[in-house]
């Protein structure tokens, strides 16, 4: 059973890159596609692209092209949610698409043909990705205060509802403002993205698992483009290699 795993941006999944073994470069697409091993387990490595559509075409070829049995996201995520910090891990309970709105012929949210505003991440995987995550933020201890000086605390493992936009929320006011609305109507987000929500609605079409792992680097505030670029290069893409291997290790 091959194992897809996706990311938006090279940092994010250089570790895995160099820990694949006997790796194969495929071109589909548009795309380049690695199939080969980790940890004995066959994988293929892809990278989504920015955005939904991007997304959604990666996860389309991943299921027609290669055939694979689950789908895994790993990247970075704003942090919206009550007590989610820089540094801390969000497993994806769900998904919901924070910029799709067909009202008022249906509920703001909803996406037509499904009935519902969120898709759901499949249970076994995300016990599994919260089982690494938690293993890895306990056995890295000692890292965080050179990768996060300014934090209050160790960073922290979330579980919990995950939403994308093809936006990146940058401004305090937007980012209040995103989370109030989808309060009001019983969304209570922990962090914002560009990709999984319509990784998650391509893997419900197809019958595929799909889980998803984001590492917070900004709180999607007015300094979140400051924060970006230095958390993915020295800290995410090295939460997303662990925890990611770890998870690898378990299937």
């Not at 897809?4 to 795309?31: F, K, N, V, W």
């Not at 934090?151 to 493992?157: D, F, L, N």
Request: hydrophobic share 50%; with cysteine; proline share 4%.
């Amino acid at each position: 059973m091959t194992t897809a795993i996706l990311s938006a941006l090279p940092e994010e999944q250089g570790g895995l890159m160099h820990a694949l073994q006997q790796p194969e470069q495929l071109q589909h697409a548009g795309r380049i596609f690695w199939r080969g091993h980790l940890h004995g387990q066959p994988v293929v490595l892809a990278l989504s692209g920015i955005g939904k559509v991007a997304a959604a075409t990666t996860a389309a070829a991943l299921a027609e092209r290669f055939g694979v049995a689950r789908m895994v996201f790993t990247g970075v995520a704003g942090g919206v949610g009550e007590g989610v910090q820089v540094g801390d891990v969000v497993v994806a309970q769900d998904y919901l698409q924070h910029d799709f709105d067909a009202s008022p012929i249906f509920p703001r949210w909803e996406v037509p043909g499904y009935g519902r505003a969120r898709m759901d991440c499949d249970a076994a995987l995300n016990a599994l990705l919260l089982e690494a995550a938690r293993a890895y933020l306990a056995d890295a201890g000692a890292h965080f205060v050179a990768d996060l000086p300014n934090a209050a605390r160790a960073p922290q493992v979330h579980h919990g509802l995950m939403a994308s936009g093809d936006r990146f929320v940058s401004t305090a006011q937007e980012s209040s403002a995103l989370r109030a609305a989808l309060l009001a109507s019983d969304h209570d987000v922990l962090a914002v993205e560009m990709e999984g929500a319509a990784v998650a609605q391509v893997c419900r079409d197809y019958g595929l698992p799909f889980a998803a792992v984001r590492t917070i680097s900004d709180r999607a505030d007015d300094s979140a483009h400051v924060d970006f670029a230095h958390f993915v290069q020295n800290v995410a893409s090295r939460y997303a290699d662990h925890i990611v291997q770890r998870f690898v290790r378990m299937l």
